[in-house]
């Protein structure tokens, strides 16, 4: 069984800055993505960015030039490097991966989410 861990989440000001880690464990063969989302009550999860196996990168627009998703150990361990973080990024933060734990058997997982607030 796979497992997706958060951390470092937390209260930051305005204009500040947070990262997030994001460490698979488990039985894995191969991990072909890992990605950032976000909610809060009463919205969809909406993507914050990604990284797959060859390097490629996705962000949103709404974070573009503010936030990083870097990755350690292949893909095993992801993070978000967030800087210049407004009130509006104050949400809830989920790990996803993309995971094959057999040759064939793959699923879609989820972190249980670490609470990013920005307040002054």
């Known amino acids: 069984q796979v497992q997706l861990v958060e951390s470092g989440g937390g209260l930051v000001q305005p204009g500040g800055s947070l990262t997030l880690s994001c460490a698979a464990s488990?039985?894995?063969?191969?991990?072909?993505?890992m990605g950032w989302y976000r909610q809060r009550p009463g919205k969809q999860r909406e993507l914050v960015a990604t990284?797959?196996?060859?390097?490629?990168?996705n962000y949103a627009d709404s974070v573009k030039g503010r936030f990083t998703i870097s990755s350690d150990n292949g893909l095993n361990t992801v993070y978000l490097h967030m800087n210049n973080l407004s009130p509006e990024d104050t949400d809830i933060y989920y790990c996803?991966?993309?995971?094959?734990?057999?040759?064939?058997?793959?699923?879609?997982?989820w972190g249980q989410g670490t609470q990013v607030t920005v307040s002054s």
């Open positions: 996803n991966g993309k995971i094959y734990s057999t040759v064939t058997s793959w699923d879609d997982l």
């Open positions: 990284i797959n196996a060859g390097g490629g990168r």
């Open positions: 488990g039985s894995i063969f191969r991990i072909v993505a």
